[in-house]
């Protein structure tokens, strides 16, 4: 199969490891810490998952393990919507499990969680993940959104998983397909089964995270995709001077990607969703808000901008949230009334006049287009689909009406040409970047190392991002102990709390205190293009997000007051040439597939070190 130079080169890269994941397998043990509680809802947890709550955070350290030699199957799941890294978690995880046993197996199962239902699965062996290390997307086995959650479901999982003679199962996935590993795992105890179940934190939304799960893998690389795109499109704003750019991005839950994003590329107008709640603005708010940047733009020459609008806006204003819920009633329980209107706009009168007074308002005051994907993108229950909305359209259509009022009243002078863009699709399946190649390969190298502590019901994690793979923590996080209860179609489940933008943390207060300026000056940054080989503060530099959340690396890291003596003394003198090294040169792209395999399983410890 004929493949790209980029393609050639990923493949010859060698993650970087933390030095206790460079150890031979059987010579890391597990360290247990003391019994841990969950975040919220205490007691009814407990009853949840009497055989898994409470258990003690797992750390790896440097100790003999011979279970880790054993022969054993493991079965893998990819889970929800494609991140960047999903296919290293598996390289990692194989390669952990052939250096323990070359005999042992690891199955993944085709689409998700269905394909462990029909008990569709396929060998990956290391000539398979051969052509999937280092690169993006989720295709070596697919994906898919099946919930696990009927009784019927749970024993069909656990014949499936019998049948195959597993010894684990790995769940990648975000927060609701990690609940569902939780689930697995309370269930497989339960019936008196001693099949181990470990989830992998996945998202480019960037809303699994906790004290103990700094970020879920896929985001940096999503971030940078679209940050690259954003600089792009402002260089280009910055140039012809005559449009806003409106660019709603993928997070529909949290605005971590927007944040980030804005904290990348410093645009003239980020909107967070979670602000808006908080301060419980309305559309005609944020409409005005923008169109104040705008006009003062304007009044300097300025006729151009940019503006980053979370996928998830229109859930978080009020008025908008009540007018959601309100026609997803409405459409339900008058399905068949609505079915037979003949015509769009009879559907609007009739919508409209259903509604109680301030959401018709709300409603009214819609451009038609949006009240089109309104009532007709709905899902079999009746629901309105959110996702689809086109808010960058929404706010456009919306802003343009504003400015010709401005302009009527002598309030504005200037131009407004608006363009509007969605990203999403283009930064999941992009090639990773090295900080997730490093981060995802650990955590399925983790997940491995889990299995052989013989632990179940936990999360693979790594911990202290902000500084160099050499000073990363690889551990094992109980899944109850990231849990609550929440309201879900109509009664109380146990969930992982999702993490929206925390409005006191440093992220956001960064982007706060800079964004007035922005929005006033022209100060894009330009990200460019992810680099994957380089100096280290550009190939393997993680998000902002981290760095502000945890700090940026010090002299206090490790090895980092060693280089900078050795900076000292080699200052004024000639530099002499590098040696390729085993952090992905495009020479070592020449090196053939089977003698690149036998190197990785040899000596990639080894070289990471």
Same mark, same amino acid.
């Given at each position: 199969?004929?493949?790209?130079?980029?393609?050639?080169?990923?493949?010859?890269?060698?993650?970087?490891?933390?030095?206790? @994941?460079?150890?031979?397998?059987?010579?890391?043990?597990?360290?247990?810490?003391?019994?841990?509680?969950?975040?919220?809802d205490?007691?009814?947890?407990?009853?949840?998952?009497?055989?898994?709550?409470?258990k003690?955070?797992?750390? @790896?350290?440097a100790?003999?393990?011979?279970?880790?030699?054993?022969?054993?199957?493991?079965g893998?799941?990819?889970?929800?919507?494609?991140?960047p890294?999903?296919?290293?978690?598996?390289?990692?995880?194989?390669?952990?499990?052939?250096?323990g046993n070359?005999?042992?197996?690891?199955?993944?199962?085709?689409?998700g969680?269905?394909?462990?239902?029909?008990?569709?699965?396929?060998?990956?062996?290391?000539?398979?993940?051969?052509?999937?290390?280092?690169?993006?997307?989720?295709?070596?086995?697919?994906?898919?959104?099946?919930?696990?959650?009927?009784?019927?479901?749970?024993?069909?999982?656990?014949?499936?998983?019998?049948?195959?003679?597993?010894?684990?199962?790995?769940?990648?996935?975000?927060?609701?397909?990690?609940?569902?590993?939780?689930?697995?795992?309370?269930?497989?105890?339960?019936?008196?089964?001693?099949?181990?179940?470990?989830?992998?934190?996945?998202?480019?939304?960037?809303?699994?995270?906790?004290?103990y799960?700094?970020?879920?893998?896929?985001?940096?690389?999503?971030?940078?995709?679209?940050?690259?795109?954003?600089?792009?499109?402002?260089?280009?704003?910055?140039?012809?001077?005559?449009?806003?750019?409106?660019?709603?991005?993928?997070?529909?839950?949290?605005?971590?990607?927007?944040?980030?994003?804005?904290?990348?590329?410093?645009?003239?107008?980020?909107?967070?969703?979670?602000?808006?709640?908080?301060?419980?603005?309305?559309?005609?708010?944020?409409?005005?808000?923008?169109?104040?940047?705008?006009?003062?733009?304007?009044?300097?020459?300025?006729? /151009?901008?940019?503006?980053?609008?979370?996928?998830?806006?229109?859930?978080?204003?009020?008025?908008?949230?009540?007018?959601?819920?309100?026609?997803?009633? @409405?459409?339900?329980?008058?399905?068949?009334?609505?079915?037979?209107?003949?015509?769009?706009?009879?559907?609007?009168?009739?919508?409209?006049?259903?509604?109680?007074?301030?959401?018709?308002?709300? /409603?009214?005051?819609?451009?038609h287009?949006?009240?089109?994907? @309104?009532?007709?993108?709905?899902?079999?229950?009746?629901?309105?689909?959110?996702?689809?909305?086109?808010?960058?359209?929404?706010?456009?259509?919306?802003?343009?009406?504003?400015?010709?009022?401005?302009?009527?009243?002598?309030?504005?002078?200037?131009?407004?040409?608006?363009?509007?863009?969605?990203?999403?699709?283009?930064?999941?399946?992009?090639?990773?970047?090295?900080?997730?190649?490093?981060?995802?390969?650990?955590l399925?190298?983790?997940?491995?190392?889990?299995?052989?502590?013989?632990?179940?019901?936990?999360?693979?994690?790594?911990?202290n991002?902000?500084?160099?793979?050499r000073?990363?923590?690889?551990?094992?996080?109980?899944?109850?102990?990231?849990?609550?209860?929440?309201?879900?179609?109509?009664?109380?489940?146990?969930?992982?709390?999702?993490?929206?933008?925390?409005?006191?943390?440093?992220?956001?207060?960064?982007?706060?205190?800079k964004?007035?300026?922005?929005?006033?000056?022209?100060?894009?940054?330009?990200?460019?293009?992810?680099?994957?080989?380089?100096?280290?503060?550009?190939?393997?530099?993680?998000?902002?997000?981290?760095?502000?959340?945890?700090?940026?690396?010090?002299?206090?890291?490790?090895?980092?007051?060693?280089?900078?003596?050795?900076?000292?003394?080699?200052?004024?003198?000639?530099?002499?040439?590098?040696?390729?090294?085993?952090?992905?040169?495009?020479?070592?792209?020449?090196?053939?597939?089977?003698?690149?395999?036998?190197?990785?399983?040899?000596?990639?410890?080894k070289?990471?070190?």
């Amino acid at each position: 199969m004929e493949i790209s130079a980029l393609q050639s080169a990923r493949y010859a890269y060698r993650p970087k490891l933390p030095p206790v @994941l460079t150890k031979p397998v059987e010579a890391i043990r597990i360290s247990l810490g003391a019994p841990t509680e969950s975040i919220g809802d205490r007691e009814e947890l407990k009853r949840i998952f009497p055989n898994t709550y409470g258990k003690p955070i797992a750390g @790896l350290r440097a100790g003999k393990n011979p279970n880790a030699l054993k022969r054993i199957n493991v079965g893998v799941i990819l889970s929800g919507g494609q991140a960047p890294g999903g296919h290293n978690v598996i390289a990692g995880l194989l390669d952990g499990i052939k250096r323990g046993n070359a005999a042992s197996r690891l199955f993944g199962f085709f689409g998700g969680p269905s394909g462990l239902l029909k008990n569709a699965a396929l060998e990956i062996t290391p000539k398979l993940v051969e052509q999937y290390r280092n690169t993006g997307g989720f295709d070596i086995i697919g994906s898919g959104r099946t919930k696990i959650e009927t009784p019927d479901q749970f024993a069909l999982a656990l014949k499936n998983a019998r049948d195959r003679e597993l010894r684990a199962l790995v769940v990648i996935g975000g927060d609701d397909s990690n609940t569902n590993a939780a689930l697995l795992a309370e269930y497989f105890i339960s019936r008196g089964s001693d099949i181990q179940v470990i989830g992998v934190p996945k998202t480019i939304d960037g809303d699994l995270k906790n004290e103990y799960i700094e970020s879920s893998f896929g985001f940096d690389t999503a971030v940078k995709t679209y940050s690259e795109l954003i600089g792009n499109i402002a260089r280009d704003a910055a140039s012809a001077r005559k449009y806003w750019h409106f660019i709603k991005l993928m997070g529909r839950a949290a605005s971590h990607i927007c944040l980030e994003c804005a904290l990348q590329t410093q645009p003239n107008v980020a909107l967070i969703s979670e602000e808006v709640e908080g301060k419980k603005q309305t559309l005609t708010q944020i409409v005005e808000s923008i169109c104040e940047v705008i006009a003062l733009r304007a009044s300097r020459g300025l006729a /151009f901008g940019i503006v980053l609008i979370p996928e998830g806006l229109v859930e978080f204003i009020p008025e908008m949230k009540k007018l959601i819920s309100a026609l997803s009633d @409405l459409l339900a329980h008058q399905a068949s009334t609505f079915a037979v209107l003949p015509s769009l706009d009879e559907q609007i009168r009739f919508v409209a006049q259903n509604l109680e007074a301030d959401s018709r308002e709300v /409603f009214s005051g819609l451009p038609h287009g949006i009240k089109r994907q @309104l009532l007709m993108d709905r899902d079999p229950h009746g629901n309105v689909q959110v996702s689809r909305i086109e808010t960058e359209q929404l706010l456009t259509a919306m802003t343009e009406a504003r400015i010709r009022q401005m302009k009527d009243s002598g309030a504005f002078k200037g131009s407004y040409t608006t363009l509007s863009h969605f990203l999403g699709y283009e930064g999941r399946s992009a090639f990773p970047s090295n900080f997730d190649a490093d981060y995802c390969y650990s955590l399925g190298y983790t997940a491995f190392l889990l299995i052989a502590g013989g632990l179940s019901g936990y999360i693979s994690s790594v911990r202290n991002l902000a500084h160099p793979a050499r000073a990363w923590l690889p551990a094992g996080i109980p899944l109850t102990m990231m849990m609550n209860l929440e309201q879900r179609h109509g009664s109380k489940k146990p969930v992982i709390k999702k993490a929206l933008v925390d409005l006191a943390g440093r992220p956001f207060k960064a982007f706060a205190a800079k964004r007035d300026l922005w929005a006033r000056e022209t100060l894009y940054l330009y990200p460019g293009a992810i680099q994957y080989y380089g100096p280290a503060e550009v190939a393997d530099r993680p998000t902002k997000t981290i760095l502000l959340e945890r700090g940026t690396p010090t002299a206090a890291a490790p090895g980092a007051a060693k280089k900078q003596g050795a900076a000292k003394k080699t200052a004024g003198k000639k530099p002499r040439a590098k040696k390729a090294t085993a952090t992905g040169k495009e020479a070592a792209a020449k090196i053939p597939p089977a003698k690149r395999a036998a190197k990785k399983t040899g000596s990639a410890g080894k070289k990471a070190k």
